[in-house]
């Protein structure tokens, strides 16, 4: 079963490095098809600890090919200083390819993030500020800088001054900021053109002549399913397609080629930014999962927003996402809790909802019907299999499994790599 796509099956920040380290002996390519540097992934090696952005966690698996694929928004100073942060720690990143058609994030591009959001108010998502709407904005509106563009300078020229005219408007009139200059935009994105140039490559053609081949192919999703700009909690969600079916748009490698899809879901929820979430805790509980959870941002610092598991949100991200396993983190920050509250339904203006409600102001309104589990206090950060863990920790899972919408093959029980408890081999199938 050689192609495995990963999502994030709620607001984000799953853990998404554990579901691609279960697949690293068997991964020849590993694939980011959509976002950019908004993701922040932490991944512990050993005594190392790693925070990725642009590229995929993948990219620390020995030997594998890394892929930054056309649904992909690319900031080219980031992406240079992450590759020589670790190149700098020893991780071979020689053979990263970059797609021809992804976008390029600019410095318009940031600072109209920034001063949206600011002019929003009450209003703001929250964004991360690194530019993310605005360039998939220009992508949509057609006037959005390609990867390729930077070898053509006559091209980008055109191309900038076409993107900046209406910008500069804005940017001054409406916003009270200075023009930015075209040159300025040129000479910088320039600046990269031939140390980008060996890694440009046709990445759709490259990986389905992979696939051809037989070749294990991993898509790693950034954000997640409540994030996706169509069927997360619009309009607080992120710019891109970041449920399954983004790997096949935001790649070309085709549906009907997507074996596997796992989705990685927390053992409880958090979200960072603005935006609905029922079963957010504002108590002492919401600050023990934020801070044994240690659930603060990977890109931006910021504290997470924390709260109960929601099964409903589970169950849609099954059934929008297609998923066959889901691999389950952090269990273990939930030890020592007595009881544990899992949002079974919701209580929409009196009425029992049982699934995610498609209106936003009943989303807004939903308060969550909970169930109450037992908890544990043993320690199980050294479980590695199911039976090792306590009674209760075992039934909570299964709990969760009955009401998520598919297995759950794998839990978390550690930060580490190999704090992993494997029900179903991902790879058997
Ligand atoms: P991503 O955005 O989905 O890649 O996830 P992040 O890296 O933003 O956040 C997940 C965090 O949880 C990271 O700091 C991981 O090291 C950590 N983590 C992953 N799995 C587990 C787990 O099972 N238990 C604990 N305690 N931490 C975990
Ligand atoms: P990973 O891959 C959590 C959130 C932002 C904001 C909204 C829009 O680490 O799970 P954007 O900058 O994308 O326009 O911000 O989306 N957001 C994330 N939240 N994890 C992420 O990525 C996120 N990427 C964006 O906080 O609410
Ligand atoms: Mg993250």
């Not at 020589?84 to 020689?94: F, T, Y």
Request: proline share 4%; charged share 25%.
């Amino acid at each position: 079963m050689p192609a495995f796509v990963i999502i994030g099956a709620q607001w984000g920040d799953e853990g998404k490095g554990k579901a691609t380290d279960l697949l690293s002996s068997r991964i020849d390519y590993v694939v980011k098809f959509n976002g950019g540097n908004n993701a922040g992934h932490t991944v512990v090696v050993g005594d190392e600890k790693y925070a990725l952005h642009l590229l995929p966690s993948g990219i620390l698996t020995d030997g594998v090919i890394p892929v930054i694929a056309n649904g992909v928004v690319i900031d080219i100073e980031v992406l240079f200083e992450e590759l020589e942060a670790l190149s700098a720690r020893g991780v071979d990143v020689s053979r990263l390819l970059v797609s021809a058609n992804a976008h390029v994030i600019t410095q318009y591009h940031r600072t109209l993030d920034k001063v949206t959001e600011r002019f929003l108010g009450k209003r703001q998502i929250g964004t991360t500020g690194r530019g993310i709407g605005p360039a998939y904005a220009d992508k949509i509106n057609r006037v959005g800088i390609r990867i390729q563009d930077l070898f053509d300078e006559n091209i980008l020229r055109q191309k900038v001054e076409g993107a900046l005219h209406q910008k500069n408007h804005l940017l001054v009139k409406i916003y009270n900021r200075r023009a930015i200059a075209v040159d300025e935009i040129v000479n910088d994105l320039l600046s990269y053109a031939e140390r980008l140039r060996p890694m440009v490559a046709d990445t759709g053609l490259v990986l389905n002549r992979a696939l051809d081949e037989g070749k294990t192919v991993v898509f790693e999703g950034g954000q997640a399913t409540m994030l996706d700009v169509d069927h997360g909690t619009y309009p607080f969600v992120t710019s891109s397609n970041s449920t399954s079916g983004g790997a096949a748009t935001g790649s070309g490698v085709a549906p009907n080629r997507l074996d596997r899809v796992i989705g990685i879901v927390k053992a409880y929820t958090t979200r960072v930014g603005a935006g609905p979430f029922p079963t957010e805790l504002h108590d002492a509980s919401g600050e023990f999962l934020r801070t044994k959870g240690f659930e603060f941002g990977t890109t931006t610092g910021r504290p997470r927003r924390t709260g109960w598991y929601d099964a409903p949100i589970a169950r849609y991200s099954a059934r929008v996402n297609g998923v066959t396993d889901f691999v389950m983190t952090k269990l273990d920050v939930l030890t020592g809790l007595e009881t544990i509250p899992v949002c079974v339904a919701y209580d929409v203006d009196g009425e029992r909802v049982d699934e995610v409600p498609v209106s936003q102001s009943d989303f807004h309104h939903a308060v969550p019907i909970y169930e109450e589990f037992p908890g544990w206090s043993e320690d199980i950060t050294g479980a590695r299999t199911f039976e090792d863990l306590p009674k209760n920790a075992q039934n909570y899972v299964l709990a969760l499994e009955a009401m998520s919408g598919s297995r759950i093959s794998a839990i978390g029980v550690g930060p580490d790599r190999e704090a992993i408890v494997v029900r179903h081999d991902l790879l058997a199938g």
